[in-house]
Structure formats: C-alpha cells, structure tokens
Nanobody
Framework: QVQLMESGGGSVQPGGSLRLSCVASEYTDIRNMAWFRQTPGLEREAVAALYTRDGSTFYTPSVKGRFAISQDNAKNTMYLQMNSLKPEDTAMYYC??????????????????WGQGTQVTVSS
C-alpha cells in the first residue's frame, strides 16, 4: 500500500509561483505519477504526469510552458513547479500514483493511490 502526502499549496497573486511536493511511502513499484486538479462541480483534470522509469513528462496544454513536473528518486518525491499562475489555475491539487499504468496521462481510475489534496488559490 502506497501512501502519498502533498504539500506546498497556498494563495498567490496572478503571475506568482508555487511548488507542490508529493512524498510517496514507497517508490519502487510506481510507474506513473501525476498531478490532477479539481474545482467544485467539475471533473478531476490531469495536469501533468511523469513516467518514473525514464523521467518522461506530459502536460495538459493549458499549463505547458508554465508548469514543470519532476522527481527525486532518492527522496521518493515528485514535484510540480508552477510559474506564471493564473486565476483559472485555482483548484484542489491531488497527487496520484499508478503501479500499472506507465506512459502518458492516465484516467483517474488508473491511479490506485491518491493524496489528500492541497489547495492552490490564485487571486489578486
């Protein structure tokens, strides 16, 4: 059983930056890790994903060039660096991990493990 713990959310002004972290209790069997976000009334949206075996990264178009997903295997940690934040980035952000799905964006049901979420609010 993998446990995930996010941190790093908060409130920033438009144009600001935040870095989210997701620490996994164990990393060896994880193949794909991703960040999803969700606002009330909307479906959970995949934002960025990472294939842990070779570090390949994937982004939804709305964040490409502004967000960067990365991993530190030695620390069992995945990061999401978010720059040039916009009000529409406001959401609860969730870390997810899959031991079966590998490359690209998975659908939420393909990720067996989820963190509790961390709120990101972008407002002036």
């Amino acid at each position: 059983q993998v446990q995930l713990m996010e941190s790093g959310g908060g409130s920033v002004q438009p144009g600001g930056s935040l870095r989210l972290s997701c620490v996994a209790s164990e990393y060896t069997d994880i193949r794909n890790m991703a960040w999803f976000r969700q606002t009330p009334g909307l479906e959970r949206e995949a934002v960025a994903a990472l294939y842990t075996r070779d570090g390949s990264t994937f982004y939804t178009p709305s964040v490409k060039g502004r967000f960067a997903i990365s991993q530190d295997n030695a620390k069992n940690t995945m990061y999401l660096q978010m720059n040039s934040l916009k009000p529409e980035d406001t959401a609860m952000y969730y870390c997810a991990a899959s031991t079966t799905f590998s490359v690209g964006f998975g659908l939420p049901y393909q990720y067996q493990y989820w963190g509790q979420g961390t709120q990101v609010t972008v407002s002036s």
